[in-house]
C-alpha cells in the first residue's frame, strides 16, 4: 500500500489515503459529469481527514444519503462519501459502499491518467 496526500486547491483541506490506485472511475450521472472528478474508492480505514472536519462544507442532494466534502474557500471536493444505493440500483446490482470516493485529481504526486478509467454509467441509474 502506498500513502497518497491529498489537498483542495488552495490547500485548506488536507487528507491521506491509503491504497494501490490500479483504476479511477468517471462517473455520467449530472453531477460527477459537470465536477470531472476522477474517483477512486477506499475503506473507510484508508482515509484520514488531516483537518477539522467543521471546516468544510458539505453537500447532499436526492436520497440525501451521501455527502461531497467541499472547501469553504475555492470550492474543490476532494472527497465523497458515496449516496446508499436506491432499490432501483440495488436491483440494477449497485452494491452498498462505507468508504470515501476520493478525487485523484487532488492527490499530491498522482497521476489519474497513468491509470485505466472505468466509466460509471450512473446516469442510468
Not at 23 to 51: K, M, N, Q, W
Not at 81 to 94: F, N
Amino acid at each position: 500500500m502506498k500513502t497518497y496526500r491529498g489537498t483542495c486547491h488552495c490547500g485548506a483541506i488536507r487528507f491521506e489515503i491509503e491504497a494501490e490506485i490500479d483504476h479511477v472511475r468517471a462517473c455520467d450521472c449530472s453531477i460527477c459529469r459537470r465536477r470531472g472528478a476522477l474517483i477512486y474508492r477506499v475503506p473507510a480505514e484508508a482515509f484520514r481527514l488531516l483537518t477539522p472536519a467543521e471546516d468544510l462544507h458539505v453537500y447532499r442532494w436526492g436520497s440525501m444519503t451521501g455527502a461531497d466534502y467541499i472547501c469553504p474557500t475555492c470550492g474543490i471536493m476532494p472527497f465523497r462519501q458515496p449516496s446508499h444505493p436506491t432499490a432501483v440500483e440495488r436491483a440494477a446490482g449497485a452494491r452498498p459502499f462505507d468508504g470515501w470516493a476520493i478525487n485523484t485529481r487532488c492527490l499530491i504526486d498522482f497521476d489519474p491518467g497513468s491509470v485505466p478509467v472505468r466509466h460509471i454509467a450512473g446516469s442510468r441509474l
